[in-house]
Nanobody, 127 residues
Framework: QLAESGGGLVQAGGSLRLSCVVS??????????MGWFRQPPGKDREFVGG????????WYSASVEGRFTISRDNDKKTVYLQMTGLKPEDTAVYYC????????????????????WGQGTQVTVSS
């Protein structure tokens, strides 16, 4: 199971840190690439960013590059999404996801590459 937390209401220009805690024995967290996606109101879910199995590599969509940072703590089975410089267009439900079949250098970008998903946490950015 994946459980996101940390969402809320923030003013434009503010910051939030989302967490995603992984539990259960379905897979080994440390062997999974992790990703963050979001679904803005009335729109399709979109990729935000990802982090490799070791945490040594991260990748982001162009819309958040330079503002968002993904990290992970394999001992705590937790992945983080630090969001700064938030904009109203960042308003969305944010989901974390796990790619349990990721190779060491894998950088999954697409929803179909991810096997497990959290329930999401709402982030609302007011102007």
């Amino acid at each position: 199971q994946l459980a996101e937390s940390g969402g809320g209401l923030v003013q434009a220009g503010g910051s939030l840190r989302l967490s995603c805690v992984v539990s259960g024995r379905a897979y080994t967290f440390g062997r999974s690439a992790m990703g963050w996606f979001r679904q803005p109101p009335g729109k399709d879910r979109e990729f935000v960013g990802g982090v490799s199995r070791s945490g040594g590599s991260t990748w982001y969509s162009a819309s958040v590059e330079g503002r968002f940072t993904i990290s992970r703590d394999n001992d705590k089975k937790t992945v983080y999404l630090q969001m700064t410089g938030l904009k109203p267009e960042d308003t969305a439900v944010y989901y974390c996801a796990a790619d349990v079949n990721a190779i060491l250098t894998g950088r999954p970008l697409n929803e179909y590459e991810y096997d497990y998903w959290g329930q999401g946490t709402q982030v609302t950015v007011s102007s």
